[in-house]
């Protein structure tokens, strides 16, 4: 295993008021990336990272010499998912095409996380145009399975302590998976409340800017610094949310053996006092699949017409398969799959408000962590939450018979990120006591 604890909140704070060292930190991170990135391939290469690290951080000392002014990430390194554009930096999509053909503006959430002091690590692997086709990143708690993805790089540098936050982006599942393979907390806000401008686009519907972190105090303050309109909440935790499961054909696509751990989460959560009601939703999630899938296939090959045509040959397999595919959708088919994600959330909504719930908890994956890196896994357990917009985060939940990790995913009404959170923070406590 190649697993290091690390706490964004814990960190930040020491960064800031000095009591962490910002050029010890940054050495002590090269020397870890130096003795595990070889097994871990979580990184895109930069050999002299730990030269120009050290030279952003005495420009960030020289710019904030008195630590009552320093800014919330004062020192913190951020890895960046290698579809979002970063000044300094090449953005290759995890693709053989061409790099300039991504060359724009810095994205608009990296400009946010520089702002709030944070020193970019560097970019993360993710899998090709941020889909199916895998890359090269190994699981650190068990190097012989995947880490997930698309956000592969970010998930795994989050687990092995590269750095303490990371960008993803989930177009299916790439946040929501990822964290609950590593064993680590993975946000995915409602959709657009982290701005989005700046990435290469996989469907532009569908594209959420996600989160990595291994606390829940962390990833409140990376959320708000990055999501609009961030309200800090304590009213959420005066009492325990009442948590429905959506029984029935959505549950059915996970595994025997994921089922029986949730069903043993569900039991351990009981036992803590939450109410759990179990409520029928989601009998169409057939439906639901393929039209979340025609819809990003559609609007990939919006994206990428003019470049499929001239690059054809550098597409993998699965990626040629999705464009062609998306290039038979016409446009009102289109127009109309557009919408499904709107009449999705409030369906889910009425559900709730019938139902009297206030989160929904489900399995984070169909299973833990497959053998291999010719697959990332399935995203299937993510999709209708990402279909809907709706905000959803993962949370470490034990660990499956092998030693690998499992997680819980709790979703909520579009816009409640905050209480998302705040909920979020008495779950996870729970939980790391499962076995």
Same mark, same amino acid.
């Given at each position: &295993? ?46 002299? !990272? ?10 960030? *000392? ?18 960046? $998912? ?16 061409? %790099? ?5 503006? #810095? ?89 989005? #401008? ?5 469907? &532009? @519907? ?11 105090? %962390? &990833? ?11 309200? @800090? ?5 005066? !009492? ?11 549950? *059915? ?51 990428? !017409? ?17 464009? #062609? ?40 994956? @169909? ?35 092998? %030693? ?24 996870? $406590? ?6």
């Amino acid at each position: &295993m190649y697993i290091k604890e690390i706490s964004l909140a814990q960190l930040a704070a020491s960064l800031k008021s000095g009591h962490k060292n910002i050029f010890d930190y940054i050495n002590e991170t090269c020397d870890l990336i130096d003795d595990v990135e070889p097994y871990l391939n979580a990184l895109l290469p930069e050999p002299e !990272r730990r030269k120009r690290l050290l030279k952003e951080a005495q420009d960030l *000392e020289n710019k904030f010499p008195n630590p009552d002014k320093r800014p919330a990430l004062y020192g913190v390194l951020t890895g960046i $998912k290698d579809i979002f554009s970063v000044e300094g930096f090449a953005t290759q999509a995890g693709s053989k095409l061409p %790099g300039e053909l991504f060359s724009a503006p #810095e994205a608009q959430s990296v400009k946010l996380i520089k702002q709030a002091g944070a020193l970019i690590l560097g970019k993360t692997v993710t899998t090709e145009f941020a889909y199916f086709h895998p890359g090269p990143t190994r699981n650190p708690h068990n190097l012989e399975h995947t880490p997930g993805g698309s956000s592969s790089g970010s998930a795994a540098a989050v687990a092995a302590g590269f750095c303490p936050l990371a960008f993803g982006t989930q177009t299916i599942g790439s946040v929501i998976r990822p964290a609950a393979y590593c064993g680590i907390i993975g946000f995915k806000p409602s959709y657009n409340r982290i701005p989005a #401008e700046g990435l290469v686009y996989f469907s &532009m @519907t569908s594209d959420h800017v996600g989160l990595f972190t291994q606390d829940i105090e %962390g &990833m409140n303050l990376a959320a708000s610094v990055l999501c609009t309109d961030w309200q @800090t909440i304590i009213t959420a935790k005066e !009492r325990l949310p009442v948590v429905g499961v959506p029984e029935g054909p959505y549950l *059915e696509q996970a595994t025997p053996e994921a089922l029986a751990a949730f069903e043993q989460q569900i039991k351990f959560l009981e036992t803590k006092g939450y109410e759990i009601k179990r409520v029928g939703v989601l009998e169409n999630i057939g439906d639901i699949n393929d039209r979340h899938r025609s819809l990003g296939a559609a609007e990939m090959a919006q994206v990428h !017409r003019l470049w499929y045509q001239k690059y054809k040959t550098l597409y993998s397999g699965h990626s040629a398969q999705v464009y #062609e595919k998306g290039e038979k959708v016409t446009d009102q088919e289109l127009a109309q799959l557009q919408t499904k994600g709107l009449e999705l959330r409030e369906s889910l909504a009425n559900s709730m408000a019938q139902a009297g719930i206030d989160l929904w908890i489900s399995p984070a994956a @169909t299973d833990w962590a497959p053998r291999g890196l010719d697959s990332t896994g399935n995203p299937i357990m993510n999709l209708p939450w990402t279909h809907a917009g709706m905000p959803a985060i993962s949370l470490p939940a034990g660990k499956a018979d092998n %030693g690998l990790p499992l997680g819980i995913q709790v979703s909520a009404l579009f816009g409640d990120d905050e209480r998302l959170l705040s909920w979020s923070d008495n779950i996870v $406590k729970v939980l790391q006591n499962i076995r």
